[in-house]
């Protein structure tokens, strides 16, 4: 495959390594050339490649978040003649024109990873049944009904599977808001908005339209600027910004945990100032350093209460490493932690287990919803 020279550095220009047919990330570097004015060529370990990486900042440590290019985000809307859900003592009545901008009383969100086909290693079926998966996942979300759902894991590369997300949308008054992750990678964040507290920008008024897009009412990707090709899809819902992101896995070695940590900062970042409302898989637990950082940038963490308050026991994953793990989140800034409340898990431990003999599971993850009584609010 050739080699390609690459500068680890701006500070220090002299010191550049030849990698062999392998991309940037130090995982997959075999050797190396010492730095100019060594001793020559000598191995480089990956661990020694990753030391020297992470010391030298290079890769996640940018300056902060990169805004995505607009033509990313795909927005499906539907044109509410579907079944509808609305909720009655919600946002809403039938006979109020102005429903679109009022605020709403009570909202309830839901967040969920839904395994993607490509990434579901644990058997076969997980991985070609996905229809039935998918279809399973639908009906559950049916049974929630929740007012705003992000998805992560959502498969972006299946014109199938995007197809058959954006018909169950438009049939229940859903806007479907896609955002892939980048580099081609297979998946990316979902985000399902009610039609009617979705912020879009007017029909036919160009200057509305162009206010809507400076004034940030418009859906809008980030990216974290690292090779995770990790992605946040921001949605203005009436009243807050709605995040949906999933933050790369804790993998025991040197560069995941300081990437992941680089990630919260610079979505913290962001979002500093603003009034937001986060949901995703943050594949830590709360006292994870990637969430104590999004915690000193004042995010609070929902979580649901165990049976037993002296053993707060839930969990929402079981990972590819065999490992239960609490790391779906319900987290808000700028909002008073009362509106948060009724912070349910939906199904138990042993849904997530692998079966045998081999059948397939509806996800890996657990959803997670909450409810907001925005009434509970002050000013």
């Given at each position: 495959?050739?080699?390609?020279?690459?500068?680890i550095?701006?500070?220090?220009r002299s010191?550049?390594?030849?990698?062999?047919?392998?991309?940037?990330?130090?995982?997959?570097?075999r050797?190396?050339f010492?730095?100019f004015g060594?001793d020559?060529m000598?191995?480089?370990?990956?661990?020694?490649?990753?030391?020297?990486?992470?010391?030298?900042?290079?890769?996640?440590?940018?300056n902060?978040?990169?805004?995505?290019s607009?033509?990313e985000?795909?927005?499906?809307?539907?044109?509410?003649?579907?079944?509808?859900?609305?909720?009655?003592?919600?946002s809403s009545?039938?006979?109020d024109d102005?429903?679109v901008?009022?605020?709403?009383?009570?909202?309830?969100?839901a967040?969920?990873?839904l395994?993607?086909p490509?990434?579901a290693?644990?058997?076969?079926?997980?991985?070609?049944?996905?229809r039935s998966?998918?279809?399973?996942?639908?009906?559950?979300?049916?049974?929630?009904?929740?007012?705003?759902?992000a998805?992560?894991e959502?498969?972006?590369?299946s014109?199938e599977?995007?197809?058959?997300?954006?018909?169950?949308?438009?049939d229940?008054?859903y806007?479907?808001?896609?955002l892939?992750r980048?580099?081609?990678?297979?998946?990316?964040?979902?985000?399902l908005?009610r039609?009617?507290l979705?912020?879009r920008?007017?029909?036919g008024?160009?200057?509305?339209?162009?206010?809507?897009?400076?004034?940030g009412?418009e859906?809008?990707?980030?990216?974290?600027?690292d090779w995770?090709?990790?992605?946040?899809l921001c949605?203005?819902?009436v009243?807050?910004?709605v995040c949906?992101?999933?933050?790369?896995?804790?993998?025991?070695?040197a560069w995941?945990?300081?990437?992941?940590?680089?990630?919260a900062?610079?979505?913290?970042?962001?979002?500093?100032?603003?009034?937001?409302?986060l949901?995703?898989?943050?594949?830590?637990?709360k006292?994870?350093?990637?969430?104590?950082i999004?915690q000193?940038?004042?995010?609070?963490?929902?979580?649901p209460?165990a049976?037993?308050?002296?053993?707060?026991?839930w969990?929402?994953h079981?990972?590819?490493?065999?490992?239960f793990?609490?790391?779906?989140f319900?987290a808000?800034?700028g909002?008073?932690?009362?509106?948060?409340n009724?912070?349910?898990?939906?199904?138990?431990?042993?849904?997530?287990v692998?079966?045998?003999?081999?059948r397939?599971?509806v996800?890996?993850?657990?959803?997670?919803s909450?409810t907001?009584?925005?009434?509970?609010?002050?000013?």
């Amino acid at each position: 495959g050739g080699s390609k020279k690459v500068r680890i550095s701006e500070a220090s220009r002299s010191r550049f390594f030849c990698c062999f047919a392998v991309p940037a990330p130090p995982p997959c570097v075999r050797c190396a050339f010492s730095p100019f004015g060594g001793d020559g060529m000598r191995r480089v370990t990956r661990t020694m490649m990753a030391q020297e990486v992470v010391s030298s900042n290079v890769f996640w440590a940018s300056n902060g978040a990169v805004r995505l290019s607009a033509d990313e985000v795909r927005v499906y809307s539907g044109g509410g003649g579907g079944k509808g859900h609305r909720r009655k003592n919600d946002s809403s009545t039938d006979d109020d024109d102005d429903v679109v901008h009022q605020p709403p009383r009570r909202l309830r969100v839901a967040t969920w990873n839904l395994l993607a086909p490509p990434y579901a290693t644990n058997n076969d079926l997980e991985k070609h049944e996905w229809r039935s998966r998918l279809a399973s996942q639908q009906r559950q979300l049916e049974d929630v009904l929740p007012d705003v759902a992000a998805l992560q894991e959502f498969w972006t590369a299946s014109d199938e599977a995007v197809a058959l997300w954006r018909r169950w949308a438009e049939d229940r008054d859903y806007a479907l808001v896609v955002l892939p992750r980048t580099r081609g990678k297979a998946d990316g964040c979902a985000t399902l908005v009610r039609n009617d507290l979705l912020f879009r920008q007017s029909d036919g008024d160009d200057d509305a339209d162009a206010d809507a897009v400076e004034s940030g009412c418009e859906p809008y990707g980030l990216g974290y600027d690292d090779w995770g090709d990790r992605v946040c899809l921001c949605v203005p819902v009436v009243g807050l910004l709605v995040c949906n992101t999933h933050f790369t896995f804790a993998h025991d070695n040197a560069w995941d945990p300081v990437m992941r940590r680089h990630q919260a900062r610079k979505l913290a970042e962001h979002l500093a100032g603003r009034r937001c409302l986060l949901l995703g898989d943050l594949n830590g637990e709360k006292h994870d350093p990637a969430l104590r950082i999004l915690q000193d940038h004042g995010f609070a963490l929902h979580e649901p209460r165990a049976d037993d308050d002296d053993i707060p026991d839930w969990k929402s994953h079981y990972a590819h490493t065999h490992e239960f793990l609490a790391c779906d989140f319900v987290a808000t800034k700028g909002i008073p932690p009362a509106v948060v409340n009724d912070v349910t898990l939906h199904g138990d431990h042993g849904d997530l287990v692998p079966k045998k003999p081999p059948r397939f599971r509806v996800s890996d993850h657990l959803m997670l919803s909450a409810t907001l009584d925005l009434r509970t609010q002050t000013t």
